[in-house]
């Protein structure tokens, strides 16, 4: 059968009407929500005191030097809002433009492969009715950007099998994905090595073009590695390998209680219908390993690199859902070819249930990603319940004293309220002294369920009542 572009004109009109939706599905009300705890909200006070502090070469956090991640993103970000002025949308644009790219590269790459656009199309509209994916480009997060870095290597590695100057952008792909979250950028080397590992072809390792990128892609870090080590020495070097990278693996560093069993629970709750499919997948391409048509092979290498992703990720001691996002597009491509390869097997007389099936499934798939990305699902409307009460908190203390510190008291979030709020938020102690005016931020839950010591809440005013947070100012 004859996979090229022009047997399958409506292949092209699928990708296009793909990327099209992908630009509203990212970009519809982006700017709405508040930031979240913690991640959004810690990267958005990070630009925020980085802007200030007068050197953006040197993010900085609570007034200390943050390097903890690389500062591409929050580059990107600061550059966004000089453009549209509004945070809540202009740093979140970095992801969703990713997040795009990440659709486009899926498309692009599944195209290479086969040089079929209506199975690159399917690859990309798999990618793009993956709820967990398309939210996290949603949000404040480094992770989409890195992705997006990975696919960019992986497509150009599938280009320089036919022009090897393609190979200048395998390092160049690493280097963004690494300047944007550290080395997940690394991760287009297992399905590199899978692939030539299958093909029996590691000939492209000897070639310049290679290294040259490599030099290339080293060289587009350099400069702020050699600022910001000159600025701070091992002291950056400590924290941004040695903590944040090697003790990941074997320390849970955000003291998330996160387990392997909660990420296949994720999984197999929020990735439906692709969940399963891949593994269903992946048992019948191993049931047809010694009479793999040409797809099918390719369905599983994409499966086994998506799979080996997915390992890394469940053999780290620190987990977080979003750390799962780069195994998506590559189970998207697994899924368009071994799905297209099962098409064709097919009677032409049962390919209308099938198709059916098909449509049924994309059908589920959106309406299950709608429901994420707009945080439909009760979870994550609760999350955004949450901001938004600390946002309006944040905001109430903004327009007041500026001089009057703010404490939380039984109450874990700091972060957004430390951003609306513009000043720092620290925990009250029993013990304290209340012998000055302060703002005081309390879960509305042990407002309801406790009383203050009545001498106590004489001195305390009511400046906002929130679902999750209560507002007070204390007068001695």
Not at 198 to 226: H, I, K, N, S, Y
Not at 319 to 331: E, N, Q
Not at 355 to 375: E, K, P, Q, Y
Request: charged share 15%.
């Amino acid at each position: 059968m004859e996979l090229g572009l022009r047997s399958w004109t409506p292949g092209k009109y699928l990708c296009a009407a793909t990327l099209l939706a992908a630009f509203a599905l990212t970009f519809t009300s982006l700017g709405s929500r508040p930031f979240w705890d913690y991640d959004e909200a810690m990267y958005a006070n990070i630009i925020h005191d980085t802007v200030l502090s007068g050197n953006i070469a040197a993010p900085v956090f609570y007034g200390a030097p943050f390097f903890q991640k690389p500062p591409l993103y929050f580059w990107v970000a600061i550059g966004a809002d000089k453009v549209f002025g509004t945070p809540e949308f202009s740093y979140r644009v970095p992801a969703a433009l990713a997040a795009v790219a990440c659709v486009l590269l899926t498309m692009l790459i599944t195209y290479e492969i086969t040089g079929s656009a209506l199975i690159a199309g399917l690859a990309g509209l798999v990618l793009l009715t993956t709820a967990p994916f398309m939210e996290a480009g949603r949000q404040v997060r480094l992770d989409v950007p890195a992705t997006a870095g990975v696919l960019f290597s992986v497509w150009c590695f599938f280009k320089a099998r036919k022009d090897p100057r393609w190979l200048l952008g395998i390092a160049v792909g690493a280097a963004f994905g690494i300047f944007f979250k550290s080395v997940i950028g690394l991760l287009s080397v297992p399905l590199i090595g899978m692939w030539s590992l299958f093909e029996l072809d590691f000939t492209w390792l000897g070639r310049w073009q290679l290294w040259a990128g490599g030099l290339l892609g080293a060289g587009l870090m350099a400069p702020w590695l050699v600022y910001i080590s000159f600025l701070y020495g091992h002291a950056f070097w400590d924290e941004f390998i040695f903590n944040r990278i090697v003790n990941s693996v074997v320390d849970n560093l955000i003291s998330s209680s996160v387990t392997s069993l909660d990420y296949f629970g994720f999984l197999f709750t929020y990735a439906l219908p692709w969940s399963p499919l891949v593994l269903l997948l992946l048992a019948w391409l191993i049931t047809r390993y010694a009479r793999h048509t040409r797809l099918e092979r390719d369905a599983l290498i994409f499966t086994l690199s998506a799979l080996t992703i997915t390992t890394i990720f469940f053999v780290s001691t620190t987990k977080l859902f979003y750390y799962l996002t780069p195994i998506y597009p590559f189970a998207a491509i697994a899924i368009a070819l071994g799905g297209f390869s099962l098409y064709t097997r097919y009677e032409r007389s049962a390919r209308s249930v099938l198709l059916a099936a098909t449509v049924a499934l994309f059908l589920g798939a959106g309406i299950n990603t709608l429901f994420f990305s707009f945080h439909w699902y009760r979870p994550l409307a609760i999350n955004d319940i949450i901001s938004s009460d600390e946002q309006r908190a944040g905001n109430r203390v903004a327009a007041l004293d500026p001089s009057l510190p703010l404490y939380v008291y039984q109450y874990e979030y700091l972060d957004t309220l430390r951003y609306y709020s513009g000043r720092p938020v620290q925990f009250m102690k029993d013990d304290a002294v209340l012998d000055s005016p302060f703002f005081l931020a309390v879960s509305t839950d042990f407002v309801t369920n406790h009383s203050f010591d009545p001498e106590l809440a004489a001195h305390l005013e009511v400046l906002f009542k929130g679902v999750d947070l209560t507002l007070y100012k204390f007068e001695p």
